[in-house]
């Protein structure tokens, strides 16, 4: 069973993902502005945070995810290593990454996320496969539109589109 959205801690930092660098200790996902207990829906952003510790501050430590969909299919990555808005950890210490994807991405269905720790922005250490899931519901609004419910692919992201008439038939 898929639960609504999720929150994966480990209390014992020994069999946390990570090495003796650094270790995460939590990861969350969750609509933006919402509960763990409720619903994401297709138009909603979703907001991930993970949190780690740092042990050593002799490198440069990031984090991030893979995002699979129900059928284990590889959807994207991403991580802070990459992200011209994140400043790298660079001191011992607790950290929290948080990272948002924007609403009108995903199609609605199920997804699982590793989450992994990257060393000196080379090196990536993963942590266990599937570590948290959650579901993105169909929007109330397009409930009633048959052909919605059929949409192909995990992402479904909303692109501007123009159309015009550039040669009028008549």
């Not at 000196?120 to 048959?146: A, C, G, I």
């Amino acid at each position: 069973k898929i639960l609504l959205n999720e929150v994966k801690i480990w209390e014992d930092m020994a069999h946390a993902p990570g090495n003796e660098t650094a270790r995460i200790s939590r990861i969350e996902v969750k609509g933006k502005g919402k509960a763990l207990h409720e619903k994401i829906y297709m138009n909603e952003a979703i907001t991930i945070e993970i949190l780690f510790v740092k042990f050593i501050k002799e490198n440069r430590t990031d984090v991030g995810f893979t995002l699979y969909d129900s059928s284990g299919n590889n959807v994207f990555a991403s991580t802070s290593a990459l992200s011209a808005n994140s400043s790298t950890a660079g001191c011992e210490g607790r950290y929290k990454a948080h990272c948002e994807i924007p609403g009108n991405y995903f199609n609605s269905g199920s997804f699982s996320m590793n989450v992994f720790i990257v060393d000196n922005e080379k090196e990536v250490f993963r942590s266990f496969t599937d570590v948290v899931f959650f579901k993105v519901h169909l929007n109330e609004s397009e409930k009633d539109k048959p052909w919605i419910k059929r949409f192909p692919g995990p992402l479904r992201p909303m692109l501007d589109w123009s159309l015009s008439n550039d040669k009028p038939v008549f």
